[in-house]
Nanobody, 115 residues
Framework: QVHFVESGGGLVQPGGSLTLSCAVS????????MSWYRQRPGNERELVAS????????NVAEYAKGRFIISKNNDKNTVHLQMSSLQPKDTAVYYC????????WGQGTQVTVSS
């Protein structure tokens, strides 16, 4: 059974930074392309960033370029999302999953950007 446990969210002021972590069990992230997603209030879940299985190449959504960095630790089976220059529109619940999003979703971690 695949499980994702996201953590690291919280309340941050505009311009601030947060690092999210995702502990993965039941799936080897070294063999799977992994992604971070988010669901903003009133919106569908959307892809934020991805990291490939073997080469760890990354791709981030246009709105996140220059602000968000995805990384992973294959030994610990964890995926991370470093977020900086956060804006109120980044307020969302953030989730990790495979790029194909074919595993059960975790509970996510709430990120609130507000002054």
């Amino acid at each position: 059974q695949v499980h994702f446990v996201e953590s690291g969210g919280g309340l941050v002021q505009p311009g601030g930074s947060l690092t999210l972590s995702c502990a993965v069990s039941g799936l080897d992230i070294g063999s799977n392309h992994m992604s971070w997603y988010r669901q903003r209030p009133g919106n569908e879940r959307e892809l934020v960033a991805s990291i490939t299985a073997i080469t760890a190449g990354t791709n981030v959504a246009e709105y996140a370029k220059g602000r968000f960095i995805i990384s992973k630790n294959n030994d610990k089976n964890t995926v991370h999302l470093q977020m900086s220059s956060l804006q109120p529109k980044d307020t969302a619940v953030y989730y990790c999953n495979t790029l194909s999003a074919d595993s059960p979703w975790g509970q996510g971690t709430q990120v609130t950007v507000s002054s």
